[in-house]
């Protein structure tokens, strides 16, 4: 079996996802925004949101590979148990005094495999390794700016971000930012060891050697076609990993085209209506010729073409329109627009909050989308799109809608 996600559309066979656990638990008013999240959501019923998700696409005929249970069976090999630990605990070896840190792996080493998945996940307060251990350093424990010796993964739930699969490879993301750098460790683990996942074939395009340090997020990642790529730059996904993947799928794979959208970490409009984090929080492919987008972005964002010369030379242009780029390069005649909202601008801001621009495509011309953006949908069903939907009114408190919540593995040929 290969990777194979040569598009944003093909018919979805298997992906993975994670579902919410003891994470989100340890969100309040104080530290959710340093934990990237922007309300303290109801931990059960986001679990529930998220089952009903995972039921859906179950019942579809799609397999789904949840994290945790495939983290917990690479966690029975011994050896892999400790380089995990070992590995986990050293990124927080710049901000914990040596004593605190060994304290923290003998403990580690001394719980059983559910535990030691949810200290993973929602990491260890000081107070938890203090009582437990007595052995959490003066400077450390004195020190109010930080709340946790293993910080929490609160973003885990959003198995877009830490890799994303791109034709019959693999780019592995480096995280930007101390909330979600740990993710992509954990998902490497499972590739490389898991019993039912190792044996898959598949090249790597980045996030696999030393040198690839710049930021990579799969929110950022769309595969337009096998020989189209669309990556969006910004904070979180640099140019200088872009021409990384470029470079290297442009020797290896069918890939001729690569799009570029930048556009600026910050706020939507003057109202504090959340951040473009990724690509996927304005954008999405819906279908072979129709696009979901938030308009009020378009003035703000650059367009470049990448593409290769006679050798090995990587060309650059500067686009005047996106949805023409898109035309050119993946040879269509014309395209549909589907705004969020319609064209109302208060629903349109409304919902944009809600994530009403982030669905995710299962198959030409059908959807996942969130109830809650009834102005979107029913755009959506106008422009002769299938919508499931669903609730999402816990999981949409992070700014993040159904396609966060999914990494594509396999997907059919379009």
């Known amino acids: 079996m290969k990777i194979q996600v040569n598009s944003e559309i093909g018919k979805l066979r298997a992906v993975m996802m994670q579902r919410p656990g003891k994470e989100i638990t340890r969100l309040t008013p104080l530290n959710m925004k340093s934990l990237l999240w922007d309300n303290v959501p109801w931990p059960g019923r986001a679990a529930e949101e998220h089952q009903a998700y995972v039921e859906t696409l179950k019942n579809l005929g799609i397999k789904v590979y949840i994290m945790s249970d495939l983290l917990k069976d690479v966690l029975k090999d011994d050896t892999l148990r400790k380089e995990l630990i070992t590995k986990s605990i050293a990124y927080e070896s710049k901000r914990l005094s040596p004593q605190t840190l060994k304290a923290m792996q003998r403990y580690m080493e001394n719980v059983d495999i559910d535990e030691l998945i949810d200290i993973f996940t929602g990491g260890i307060r000081k107070e938890e390794l203090y009582n437990k251990t007595y052995e959490v350093s003066l400077q450390d424990l004195s020190d109010t700016e930080n709340e946790f010796c293993l910080t929490s993964m609160t973003n885990i739930g959003w198995s877009r971000d830490p890799a994303a699969a791109i034709g019959n490879g693999i780019a592995f993301s480096v995280m930007y930012g101390r909330a979600r750098e740990r993710e992509p460790l954990y998902v490497k683990y499972i590739f490389k060891y898991h019993p039912d996942l190792k044996y898959l074939e598949y090249d790597t395009w980045y996030g696999n050697l030393e040198e690839h340090t710049t930021p990579l997020e799969g929110g950022n990642v769309f595969p337009l076609g096998k020989n189209v790529l669309l990556i969006g730059l910004n904070e979180r996904t640099h140019a200088q990993t872009i021409l990384t993947i470029a470079q290297n799928m442009m020797k290896q794979s069918e890939l001729t085209d690569v799009l570029v959208l930048q556009f600026n970490n910050t706020k939507l409009t003057k109202g504090d209506l959340g951040f473009y984090v990724h690509v996927d929080t304005f954008f999405t492919m819906v279908d072979y010729d129709a ?124």
Not at 292 to 303: G, K
Not at 386 to 408: D, Q
Request: with cysteine.
């Open 291 to 414: 696009f979901l987008f938030y308009p009020d972005i378009e003035d703000s964002l650059n367009v470049f073409h990448l593409w290769k010369d006679d050798g090995d030379t990587i060309k650059t242009s500067k686009e005047s329109n996106l949805f023409e780029a898109f035309k050119k390069v993946l040879k269509l005649k014309s395209i549909r627009i589907i705004k969020v909202g319609g064209d109302d601008p208060i629903r349109s801001q409304a919902e944009q909050w809600g994530v009403g621009s982030n669905v995710f495509t299962i198959k030409p011309g059908t959807v996942v989308a969130w109830s809650r953006n009834v102005a979107t949908n029913k755009e959506l069903r106008e422009n002769g799109i299938e919508v499931i939907e669903l609730e999402g009114n816990e999981l949409s408190k992070v700014l993040g809608g159904p396609r966060c919540a999914v990494m594509p593995l396999w997907r059919e040929e379009i």
